[in-house]
């Protein structure tokens, strides 16, 4: 039986044998039953796949036929020995990775991204999966390290703010909640300790509205941060997203719609430096199992998902990129 804080949460349950029955929804509580299992061992998985925005899931608990019992996972199955935590934005947890084309609009998905989005194909699932290692995926459309984009969407696409997504925090606020829409919330950090930290937050910093701060501010904010919130015992990966990966939709474009550089040109550059500005005060800093990787600019070149937004093929491309960075980083 599951309990869902908000029933427009989409969550995907697979098992290894059988069929669903169907959903019973009663009041906020959903009861899955699956038929057809046989009296075999079975492996179930859950798994929530719009993100921190959208809501909460709760796992109110499991109901077996008489004699059935749970087993522990067999320890060369089991991705817990290998844990990965990935932090960014729309472009880093699956955004609209499963929309039609890239002519979608926000009032054109019905509700907003949980039915345009599936993290199970966003790059670090995928990154996750090559390397059977747990993954704890924090992201929230339109956040940056300092800025947040909610007001420039809410005047991009002519509609209510809230219709999209109810607040729109920096990294510093929604890193630290347990329930995404709960600013009051805490998350028990000592019940997930990665091994290694993929830092892609940082592009929606760079729009002219609002403009960016000061470079000197930005990393002083970004290396805080690292020092202050992350594991200190993990690797950490500082992740430049390649030019080409970064598009977004542009509404005032010519019929068909096309997509457009989410940066142009100097906002692209003055990310990249504040990047690398970043990195290399850190570096000064001594922090140590710190590295850098760059996107290669060949993962842009497949088809959109929604409002511009890699596809599967794209976040493929970049899974086969950082998936080897990091297996020869940490001997995964």
Same mark, same amino acid.
């Given at each position: 039986?599951? =309990?869902?804080?908000?029933?427009?949460?989409?969550?995907?349950? !697979?098992?290894?044998?059988?069929?669903?029955?169907?959903?019973?929804?009663?009041?906020?509580?959903?009861?899955?039953?699956?038929?057809?299992?046989?009296?075999?061992?079975?492996?179930? !998985?859950?798994?929530?796949?719009?993100?921190?925005?959208?809501?909460? &899931?709760?796992?109110?608990?499991?109901?077996?036929?008489?004699?059935?019992?749970?087993?522990?996972?067999?320890?060369?199955?089991?991705?817990? $020995?290998?844990?990965?935590?990935? +932090? $960014?934005?729309?472009? =880093?947890?699956?955004?609209?990775?499963?929309?039609?084309?890239?002519?979608?609009? +926000?009032? =054109?998905?019905?509700? $907003?991204?949980?039915?345009?989005?599936?993290?199970? +194909?966003?790059?670090?699932? #995928?990154?996750?999966?090559?390397?059977?290692?747990?993954?704890? &995926?924090?992201?929230? =459309?339109?956040?940056?390290?300092?800025?947040?984009?909610?007001?420039?969407?809410?005047?991009?696409?002519?509609?209510?703010?809230?219709?999209?997504?109810?607040?729109?925090?920096?990294?510093?606020?929604?890193?630290?909640?347990?329930?995404?829409?709960?600013? *009051? *919330?805490?998350?028990?950090?000592?019940?997930?300790?990665?091994?290694?930290?993929?830092?892609?937050?940082?592009?929606?910093?760079?729009?002219?509205?609002?403009?960016?701060?000061?470079?000197?501010?930005?990393?002083?904010?970004?290396?805080?941060?690292? #020092?202050?919130?992350?594991?200190?015992?993990?690797?950490?990966?500082?992740?430049?997203?390649? *030019?080409?990966?970064? !598009?977004?939709?542009?509404?005032?474009?010519?019929?068909?719609?096309?997509?457009?550089?989410? &940066?142009?040109?100097?906002?692209?550059?003055?990310?990249?430096?504040?990047?690398?500005?970043?990195?290399?005060?850190?570096?000064?800093?001594?922090?140590?199992? #710190?590295?850098?990787?760059? #996107?290669?600019? *060949?993962?842009?070149?497949?088809?959109?998902?929604?409002?511009?937004?890699?596809?599967?093929?794209?976040?493929?491309?970049?899974?086969?990129? +950082?998936?080897?960075?990091?297996?020869?980083?940490?001997?995964?």
């Amino acid at each position: 039986m599951f =309990s869902f804080a908000d029933l427009n949460q989409y969550v995907a349950f !697979t098992a290894t044998g059988g069929a669903s029955s169907g959903m019973a929804i009663n009041g906020n509580t959903a009861r899955l039953e699956i038929a057809g299992l046989s009296l075999a061992q079975q492996t179930a !998985t859950i798994t929530k796949i719009d993100e921190s925005s959208e809501g909460s &899931l709760i796992v109110a608990g499991f109901e077996l036929d008489l004699g059935g019992r749970f087993l522990p996972m067999p320890a060369a199955a089991s991705p817990l $020995g290998r844990r990965m935590e990935l +932090l $960014g934005d729309s472009l =880093s947890i699956g955004f609209g990775v499963i929309g039609i084309n890239g002519e979608c609009t +926000l009032t =054109s998905c019905s509700g $907003g991204p949980c039915l345009i989005s599936d993290a199970r +194909l966003s790059y670090p699932a #995928l990154v996750a999966e090559d390397l059977n290692a747990g993954l704890h &995926l924090t992201g929230w =459309s339109a956040a940056g390290l300092t800025n947040g984009r909610a007001a420039n969407y809410a005047q991009l696409y002519g509609q209510p703010m809230q219709t999209y997504i109810a607040q729109d925090p920096n990294v510093d606020q929604f890193y630290l909640r347990g329930d995404g829409t709960n600013a *009051s *919330s805490v998350y028990n950090f000592s019940s997930y300790q990665p091994q290694v930290i993929v830092n892609a937050i940082g592009i929606n910093d760079f729009h002219d509205s609002p403009p960016p701060p000061p470079m000197a501010t930005w990393v002083a904010e970004y290396t805080r941060f690292t #020092l202050d919130a992350l594991n200190p015992s993990a690797t950490i990966v500082m992740l430049q997203l390649s *030019s080409s990966f970064v !598009t977004a939709y542009d509404p005032t474009s010519s019929d068909p719609p096309q997509t457009s550089s989410l &940066l142009d040109p100097n906002q692209y550059q003055r990310y990249q430096a504040y990047m690398q500005a970043a990195y290399a005060t850190m570096q000064s800093l001594g922090v140590p199992k #710190l590295s850098y990787f760059v #996107l290669p600019e *060949s993962v842009g070149d497949f088809p959109r998902g929604c409002i511009g937004h890699p596809n599967p093929q794209g976040n493929r491309a970049a899974a086969d990129a +950082l998936t080897p960075f990091i297996r020869q980083l940490i001997g995964w």
